[in-house]
């Protein structure tokens, strides 16, 4: 279960539901790793919103005419706000080792409902060996109260 902010610790479950976290998503909060497809980057940005994992958050979604301090204070109090209660993977297109874009689609709970959305994916640059970044939502549906 998701406690908050900084709560999880490498033993715990990661949020995403892909294992421990401290061999799941936080080496890549901790920059120990890069992800190498588009899913791994998306679960692990589920898990930053999920632990308040700001700084991540921001690094891993580009948006350069938008002030970083006020970008911060939104995701710190949608962290706060929001409960995530899990994921779940429902399609991925692309995205691979040797893809340069590719789209994840999902359903993230939260308490009170569940986000549903196809994120698009692409390597920074445009380069081959480019991190992986979140550019933008193709498809949201947030049903607000379904649960
Ligand atoms: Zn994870």
Same mark, same amino acid.
């Not at 479950?13 to 497809?37: F, M, S, V």
């Not at 590719?102 to 480019?130: H, I, M, N, W």
């Given at each position: 279960?998701?406690?908050?902010? $900084? ?9 995403? $539901?892909? $294992? ?5 998503? $936080? ?9 190498? @497809? ?21 690094? @891993? ?87």
């Amino acid at each position: 279960m998701p406690k908050g902010f $900084g709560a999880t610790a490498d033993q715990d479950p990661c949020p995403c $539901g892909g $294992g421990l976290y401290g061999r799941c998503c $936080g080496p890549l909060h901790r920059g120990e790793q890069r992800a190498l @497809t588009a899913e791994q980057l998306m679960r692990s940005r589920y898990s930053a919103f999920a632990r308040g994992e700001v700084d991540y958050l921001i690094a @891993t979604h580009p948006e350069p005419h938008r002030l970083a301090s006020q970008r911060r204070r939104e995701l710190q109090r949608s962290c706060r706000q929001t409960r995530w209660q899990g994921l779940s993977i429902t399609a991925v297109s692309g995205g691979g080792g040797g893809d340069l874009d590719g789209t994840v689609q999902f359903e993230a709970r939260y308490k009170g409902g569940v986000l549903r959305e196809t994120s698009l994916f692409q390597r920074r640059d445009g380069q081959p060996e480019g991190d992986w970044l979140y550019i933008r939502a193709v498809d949201l549906v947030d049903d607000e109260g379904t649960i």
